[in-house]
């Protein structure tokens, strides 16, 4: 199928024996028991986007397509006549970075990985110190958080919990 029903924070969907489908939200469902309603949306994607591809595991196909991820990644981002990196809308907010005390990268799993991986470009760009931490760290650490601290909560599906429970503290 190529319809979805995006679900939201503390949405509940519930489905009957008949294939009927009640939208419930958290607060409505306690106060009320009220049901919401949502627009379905259509999705443009091809099987073949969903599919390994002929690939035994997913982690495989997407080793193999790495290259080609990369290649799409720095389109129109490289100047190789003129050996320059083009940042598109980062380098407008490198100013305002600027007034930090510091940035805080707070992460898990690849996104930690990509933070740490980044974190020279940053610190050089700023002129300013760079803290990368593990999501989970920062809330058992309990990180002590300037006023003119910049934080940068980095999740690939943007539902990382320990992410979100950092971004929340």
Same mark, same amino acid.
């Given at each position: 199928?190529?319809?979805?029903?995006?679900?939201?924070?503390?949405?509940?969907?519930?489905?009957?024996?008949?294939?009927?489908? @009640?939208? %419930?939200?958290? /607060?409505? =469902?306690?106060?009320? $028991?009220?049901?919401?309603? #949502?627009?379905?949306?259509?999705?443009?994607?091809?099987?073949?986007?969903?599919?390994?591809?002929?690939?035994?595991?997913?982690?495989?196909?997407?080793?193999?397509?790495?290259? @080609?991820? %990369?290649?799409? /990644?720095? =389109?129109?981002?490289? $100047?190789?006549?003129?050996? #320059?990196?083009?940042?598109?809308?980062?380098?407008?907010?490198?100013?305002?970075?600027?007034?930090?005390?510091?940035?805080?990268?707070?992460?898990?799993?690849?996104?930690?990985?990509?933070?740490?991986?980044?974190?020279?470009?940053?610190?050089?760009?700023?002129?300013?110190?760079?803290?990368?931490?593990?999501?989970?760290?920062?809330?058992?650490?309990?990180?002590?958080?300037?006023?003119?601290?910049?934080?940068?909560?980095?999740?690939?599906?943007?539902?990382?919990?320990?992410?979100?429970?950092?971004?929340?503290?």
């Amino acid at each position: 199928t190529n319809r979805v029903l995006y679900l939201e924070d503390d949405d509940l969907a519930c489905f009957s024996a008949n294939g009927d489908l @009640d939208l %419930l939200r958290g /607060a409505a =469902r306690k106060a009320t $028991d009220a049901t919401l309603s #949502r627009p379905v949306q259509t999705i443009d994607l091809q099987l073949d986007e969903l599919s390994k591809r002929g690939f035994a595991h997913y982690m495989l196909k997407e080793i193999c397509e790495q290259p @080609d991820a %990369l290649t799409n /990644a720095l =389109r129109g981002r490289v $100047d190789y006549e003129n050996y #320059r990196v083009l940042l598109g809308g980062l380098s407008d907010h490198i100013a305002a970075m600027r007034r930090c005390r510091r940035l805080l990268f707070i992460a898990c799993g690849t996104s930690y990985h990509s933070a740490v991986a980044c974190r020279t470009l940053m610190e050089t760009l700023t002129a300013l110190p760079v803290d990368v931490q593990l999501a989970s760290d920062f809330l058992d650490r309990k990180t002590p958080l300037f006023r003119d601290d910049s934080c940068f909560f980095i999740s690939q599906s943007g539902e990382t919990a320990d992410t979100l429970q950092a971004l929340e503290y």
